[in-house]
Nanobody, 129 residues
């Protein structure tokens, strides 16, 4: 089991950038898939991007590919999400989650919800027009 803490959110203007961090404690991340998800008010949670620490395999939501980049630093037990060219519609609570690789892969981490995943509390991103 891992405990996750997100940081890096904030208020940014349209076109701006932010780097979100998902720091883990407890187990190391090399046996987990980690994903970034977001939920805007009144909308369902959607997957943004997922990564496996072990080999760096990544998966991106088709609609967000090209503007967002996921990466990891195993030594720091942290997964990052670089947000570029931000738009008002990117405003949401961004949360990270982890799931053991023994029961998932990077694509399923993003596409299949599972009760029992480890979640952080989220970090708010607000993009002003």
């Amino acid at each position: 089991q891992v405990q996750l803490v997100e940081s890096g959110g904030g208020l940014v203007q349209t076109g701006g950038s932010l780097t979100l961090s998902c720091a883990a404690s407890g187990d190391t991340l090399d046996s987990y898939a980690v994903g970034w998800f977001r939920q805007a008010p009144g909308k369902e949670r959607e997957a943004v991007s997922c990564i496996t620490s072990r080999d760096g395999a990544t998966y991106y939501s088709d609609s967000l590919k090209g503007r967002f980049t996921i990466s990891r630093d195993e030594a720091k037990k942290t997964v990052y999400l670089q947000l570029n060219s931000l738009r008002p519609e990117d405003t949401a609570l961004y949360s990270c989650a982890a799931r053991p690789l023994i029961i998932t892969n990077v694509e399923r981490m993003c596409l299949v919800q599972r009760i029992g995943d480890d979640w952080g509390q989220g970090t708010q991103v607000t993009v002003s027009s």
